[in-house]
């Protein structure tokens, strides 16, 4: 059967008017300000140095122009539509850091690939915003709850928006700064542990490796936190983050002795050969596991375009919904953002795994026509899985 693709995108383009002429919750603040971006089908920001002067304007445009992808700039400009952006006129900057599963290697994208999105891969980058928010944003940068915004960005990652008013102002360098420390970038051994003489009983000096306690603030603390909670997972856990497998379940066997070890910031309860190697190797290895994941193109440029909160996205036509830190962990994506409730449509599907949306597991399909929800054949006619016939 031969069914015209724009067809489909006749139908979206509809849904998205009136997703828009129904919803309010999308305007920025400061919105004559901001530099606006708009996408089609085929490149999410086609057209950039948009501005809109106040909120009826915007919501006017979106509703008439359906476009599907609407991007935000995270500055400030006193001439948003001016060009080059110097002649913008930048008057600050949101602070915005972004997780995406893409960037994260994951073992189930082996199977379906990058741009598909699996319950797995939701599940593993809101794992990601929890750590960067708890352990990184509030600890050691002291940001409050209040002042973050999450934001789910449509299809596998997320956005976290920093609105406090002394960050407006980095530049650049402070922001590269910022994701460089979160990242772990530059970290050495050296600054975190030191061999250290001491005279044993028979009289001859022999050195122990100080590092780290548990309560200390900033990556020293998260260093031997993090390593007290592999430690606790076993033995594979050990192996996971480089440890020989012997070595592995003779630290597990004595984890009660080296946690009381690091308590004190004594990493050398237990007999290690070529001990400094050997932790060397260990932590680098945990740095990098715990934080590469963060786009750092977004976070360092301060001139960036994110999607808009509370807007549709064209390649799932879910929203990209802005949520509270505390509902994270009850927030589901594919139940939660689903913009297209009304009704069902008639799809041919070609989906060769299967999709969770709203409770309910759709597929797979073998070049088949069903009828689905509304929102559930658009997320697969636009994943290019299906065809829309009615
Ligand atoms: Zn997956």
Redo the contacts with the bound molecule.
């Keep these: 059967m031969e069914i015209e693709r724009s067809h489909g995108y006749e139908l979206v383009s509809k849904l998205i008017s009136e997703y828009y002429s129904n919803a309010e919750g999308f305007y920025p603040e400061r919105i004559s300000q901001r530099e606006f971006g708009v996408g089609d089908y085929e490149t999410k920001i086609r057209f950039r140095h948009l501005s809109f002067l106040s909120n009826n304007e915007f919501k006017e445009y979106l509703i008439k122009k359906t476009p599907p992808f609407v991007s935000c700039s995270t500055a400030f400009y006193k001439y948003p539509t001016y060009r080059p952006m110097e002649n913008k006129q930048w008057l600050g900057s949101e602070l915005v850091f972004d997780l995406d599963?893409t960037d994260m290697k994951?073992s189930?994208?082996l199977?379906?690939g990058t741009s598909?999105?699996?319950?797995?891969?939701?599940s593993?980058v809101k794992k990601e915003v929890i750590k960067l928010v708890e352990e990184f944003l509030i600890p050691d940068f002291g940001f409050s709850l209040n002042e973050l915004e999450i934001n789910f960005s449509g299809n596998r990652g997320y956005h976290i928006h920093i609105k406090k008013e002394s960050t407006l102002s980095l530049d650049g360098n402070a922001r590269k700064e910022i994701s460089n420390y979160i990242s772990g970038a530059g970290m050495a051994f050296e600054d975190f542990f030191t061999m250290e003489e001491f005279k044993r009983e028979s009289g001859r000096t022999g050195k122990k490796l100080i590092g780290p306690k548990i309560s200390d603030k900033g990556w020293k603390g998260k260093i031997a936190r993090n390593f007290i909670k592999e430690l606790g997972k076993g033995p594979e856990s050990l192996e996971l983050i480089g440890i020989d497998k012997k070595i592995a379940r003779n630290l597990y066997k004595k984890r009660s002795l080296i946690e009381m070890g690091i308590n004190n910031g004594n990493w050398d309860i237990v007999y290690i050969k070529n001990k400094e190697e050997f932790w060397k190797k260990v932590i680098l290895n945990q740095a990098i596991s715990q934080s590469d994941k963060i786009d750092k193109n977004v976070t360092n440029d301060p001139s960036h375009m994110v999607r808009l909160p509370n807007t549709i996205h064209g390649e799932t036509g879910l929203i990209s919904k802005k949520i509270k830190f505390s509902e994270l962990s009850n927030f589901d994506p594919m139940s939660d953002t689903i913009a297209f409730k009304k009704g069902n449509l008639k799809v041919l599907a070609e989906l060769p795994t299967t999709l969770t949306m709203n409770g309910e597991i759709y597929g797979p399909y073998k070049n088949q026509i069903v009828e689905l929800p509304t929102g559930v054949s658009v997320y697969l006619f636009l994943k290019g899985n299906a065809k829309i016939i009615v």
């Design positions: 599963a994951l189930c994208q199977v379906h598909f999105v699996c319950t797995e891969c939701l593993a």
